[in-house]
Each structure stands twice: as C-alpha cells, then as structure tokens.
C-alpha cells in the first residue's frame, strides 16, 4: 500500500504513463457510461433537431424493416397454404369405385399424405350440372363420362414445391392413375416473384443504409462545427484526440438506436393498420392467415444495424472533420 | 523548466515573428512575457503550448524536445501546463465546477477525486460557493478567477497567462496577479504575457521583453 503510494508519486514526473496506468479498467467504463449519458443529454436538450433527425432516420430503417417483413409474411403464406395444396388426381376410366376406394385408403396410409378425399363420376356429375348451362349438356349424355378424382392433400412438410413435386412422380407410377395435376403453378410463381422482391429489397437497403450513413454523417458534422470553440480549448487542455472523439461517435450510436426505435413503431403501426383488412381477405380464402408483426429477433437486428450505421457515420465524419480543429 | 535555443518562428507568406530567441526559464521562477503588440509574445506561447511549431532552433520543455514531438504525444506534454487565455474560453453551457473538473477528467482522474480536487482549486481561487453557476452568470474578473482554477487544478508544473488581466480593471488585475505570485510560491513556473507595463513595474519579477520578434531584454524590470 505504502510501497504504491511511493510508486504513484514517483511516477508523477513520468506523465504520460503514469496517466495511462491510473486510468483504471473501472474509471474507463465509468467514463464511456457517463460520456454515453452526456450524449443523450445533449440530444435531449435540442430534441426538436434530435427528434428530426431521428424521424429521418427511424423511416429509412422502416422500409427495409417494413419489407422485409411483409416479404416475410408472403413467404410463410406461400409455405404453408393451410392445406390448400392439393393434388387432383384422376383415375383411369376402367378403375371401379370400390377399387378406387381401396386405393384412397392405402394413400391415405402414406406418411407423406394428410387426407385423401374421393369423388364418384355422380358426385362430379352432380358439380357439373350446378354450373349454370351445364345441366342441359350433361343431360343429353347417354353415360357419365367422368372418372373417379381423388383430392390428396399432403402432410405437414411436403407442401412445399419440391415434395409436392415428388409426391407427383409418386403418383405416376400407380397404374390405376390417368393423370396426377398438381395446382402448384401460382405457388412456384409466387417463389419467383419473391425471389426477385428480395433482390429488390436487399438494393433499397443498401441505399437506405447509405442514407443512414450519410444524415447521421451530417448530422454529427454540424455538432463538430458547433463545438469547435470547445474542441479547441479542450485540446489546449490535453485532450487526446480519442477524448474529443468520444461523445461524436456516442452520439451516433444513440442516433442510430433512437431510429431503429422509431422504425419498429413504424413497422408496428403500419402492420396493425394492416392487419384488419388483411385478416378480411383471408377470411374470403377460407384461410387462417393473420400478418406475423415484427419478431424479436429482428428487432434486435433493427437495433443492432441502426446502431452500428449509426457509429460508422460518426466515426467517416469525425475523422474528416475532427483532425481539421487544432488551436490557433 | 522551459528554454529556447536560437528558436525563429516564420508564418506561411514571410512573415517572420520570432528571430533567433534564446532564453531560459528556471524551475519555479515566474517571470513576464512583455513587448509591443505583435512583438511575438503570442507567437512564444503558442510554441511552447505547441499550437505552432518552431521553423528553426529548439525548444525544451520540463526537459523534453517539444518542437520534435510527435502529435500523439503533445496532449500528455499538455496536461503539464496550465493556460490561462486573455477571454478565458471557459465553456459557457458547463457549470463553473464541469469547467474547473474538466481537466482532471481529460486526465482520468476517479471520480471522488476530481470532486476533491476540483473544489480546492475554486477555493484556492475564492469561488468554492459559485461552483453550481454558469459562466456566463459571473462578472469578468471571476470569470478569470474560474479560468486559473482550470488551469491549476492537476497542479502542473507550468503556468502559461496570455494577457490574463488585458480586460480586468487595475484592482482586479493585482488580484489575479496576487494569485499567481501564491502558485508561483508553492513551485509553479509562471509564464505570463501582459503588456500591462505600470502593473508589471509594481512587481519585482524577472522580464523578457520583445520586440519584433528579437529578444530586447531579459532580467528584472527595476535593473
């Protein structure tokens, strides 16, 4: 103890490393934690500027957020269909309804099959002749000319384009089996077009991120500028250039925080204004399909991004600007 | 504590503000800085505060090189001097104590400590019940007062004034005079440039007078 007092006033003539040893792990985060809380002080003190800056920012991480997500949604829409992928598949004219019958059975046993539903030639007969003018045709037949359609929904997990491609084959091999159609084309459409809405979105944000990048930028040049006066006389004082850096990059953290707070209200908002007439829509698709809003885990993502845009933006424009401001 | 050898100062254009200056501070002297205006007093500090580098010659500072040092280096040489500035540059949204502390956090002082340390500097200075107010609430002369707090509150070695008393009247004005001669007596080097002849004659200390750039005289005023 003694012995590190002797030390300690030793080394005061030997500044420049004494300095670096006193300033202790704990002083050091003491220090961040209170520069971090100046930052937001000073951002609340002149929050009409803050809070434009961060609408600014809070809608260019919306889009991105707001896309992604509803992207998102279309993608589970297209995944799971509640049950409506179906394969219709016709049996041979010559199959019989009891053998057919038997066939619906052993599909049905399948592990890949989650329901088969059987329609006799009478049943279909009978659909026909509810469309208007059909009956009149229908009724100048001798015999029904319709063979048995087995409506095979498949399980959980081979709904998916690629199984319900191979269930298809499956089907194929069966010899009592015409035709097996499998009402896929609009799903693989909808993963073409989703594929290419997520290049999109992937491109806008990119360029929203550089918005980001460049308003917080600014943002934090015009406070360089504003404080220049106290750069200068904190640098005559011994700052060290990384002392004078320190509340910038903080304040760009928080910036960009502060706008990924204000994009999830955005996201959030516009969703639940959504989520009503989405609901109705489905609700006239026989579907259970609610939007999912934003997860937690994309949240932080939001979080994280913002606030990583958020120092990268202060950091280009502090060290463009910062090195500039010397006493004179 | 601070010595010039054959230092010349010229500005980008020619102008030359110091020619060939030797000159030699002790440890613990306090001495003016004096000279017509723009006789290069300014100019001296400043390379001694390495705001402006030397064109020739070499400057030493506590024994160290500075007209050699690298910009990494120049903040931790300037925590061992103290500035005292003719317009304070005190930071006028900050309370008198945030001004005062503000060097011992550069510095990364622990907490208690910067509490401890910046309240005896404002003592020293007679300002300790002022702490909570903001500059711009106090008159000229504590405003000073709260500008050498600042500058003496990690106790350097050296105190550097630029016309420390060039907008005080001459009461005030030996006050802070006052103040300086009670750190010059507990061991600070004291620098100060003032152009205030009458105030610089009531005081028996050694002067370094300029003129043009070129040293005219140095040594006690009354000899």
């Known amino acids: 103890m003694k012995r590190a007092r002797i030390n300690r006033r030793r080394s005061e003539h030997h500044w420049s490393k004494s300095l670096r040893r006193r300033l202790s792990l704990r002083t050091w985060l003491l220090r961040h934690a209170q520069v971090a809380f100046d930052s937001l002080g000073r951002l609340y003190r002149n929050w009409v500027s803050s809070l434009m800056t961060t609408a600014v920012l809070g809608i260019a991480l919306s889009m991105p957020a707001g896309m992604y997500l509803l992207l998102d949604n279309l993608d589970r829409l297209s995944g799971s269909w509640d049950g409506q992928a179906s394969l219709s598949v016709f049996l041979k004219p010559r199959v019989s309804e009891t053998a057919a019958a038997t066939l619906a059975e052993t599909i049905r046993n399948w592990p890949e099959i989650a329901g088969v539903t059987m329609v006799t030639p009478a049943e279909a007969l009978e659909e026909f002749g509810q469309h208007a003018g059909f009956a009149d045709v229908l009724g100048a037949l001798e015999e029904n000319p319709l063979p048995v359609v087995l409506l095979v929904t498949p399980g959980p997990g081979h709904g998916d384009p690629q199984s319900a491609s191979e269930l298809q084959q499956k089907f194929r091999g069966l010899p009592e089996i015409e035709l097996a159609q499998l009402d896929l084309q609009w799903v693989q459409r909808l993963a073409a077009m989703l594929d290419m809405a997520r290049r999109g979105v992937a491109v806008i944000s990119a360029l929203l991120a550089l918005a980001v990048l460049l308003v917080v930028g600014n943002t934090i040049r015009l406070e360089i500028q504003n404080r220049r006066e106290e750069i200068v006389v904190t640098k005559l004082i011994g700052a060290t250039n990384s002392f004078i850096r320190r509340p910038f990059l903080y304040s760009g953290i928080w910036y960009g925080v502060l706008g990924a707070g204000v994009a999830w209200l955005i996201v959030e908002i516009s969703f639940w204004l959504l989520a009503g007439p989405v609901q109705h829509l489905a609700g006239l698709y026989q579907s259970h399909f609610a939007l999912q809003t934003l997860p937690l885990q994309l949240l932080l993502v939001l979080l994280g991004s913002g606030s990583a845009l958020g120092l990268l933006g202060s950091w280009l424009a502090v060290g463009r600007h910062l090195s500039a401001i010397e006493p004179s | ?223």
């Open chain 2, 1 to 223: 504590m601070i010595r010039f050898d054959n230092v010349s100062k010229r500005y980008p254009g020619g102008f030359e503000a110091l020619s060939n200056i030797s000159l030699q501070l002790e440890r613990g002297a306090l001495a003016f800085l004096t000279g017509h205006s723009g006789a290069g007093k300014s100019t001296l500090l400043k390379l001694i505060a390495m705001v402006e580098r030397a064109t020739r010659g070499q400057i030493f500072v506590d024994g160290q090189n500075v007209s050699r040092i690298s910009r990494r280096r120049i903040p931790y040489i300037r925590r061992k001097i103290g500035f005292i500035f003719q317009n304070h540059n005190l930071l006028f949204d900050r309370t008198v104590f945030d001004n005062v502390a503000l060097p011992l956090i550069i510095a990364g002082y622990r907490h208690q400590e910067v509490g401890r340390r910046a309240r005896a500097a404002l003592d020293k200075v007679g300002l300790l019940d002022k702490e909570r107010l903001y500059p711009i609430t106090l008159s000229g002369g504590e405003q000073q007062r709260v500008g050498i707090a600042r500058a003496v509150v990690n106790k350097p070695l050296l105190l550097l004034a630029d016309e420390p008393t060039g907008n005080l009247d001459p009461e005030l004005s030996r006050e802070i005079m006052n103040l300086f001669a009670l750190f010059n007596q507990v061991g600070v080097t004291v620098l100060i440039a003032s152009h205030d002849v009458t105030l610089i004659q009531q005081l028996d200390y050694p002067v370094i007078t300029l003129d043009h750039g070129r040293l005219l005289h140095s040594g006690r005023a009354s000899a």
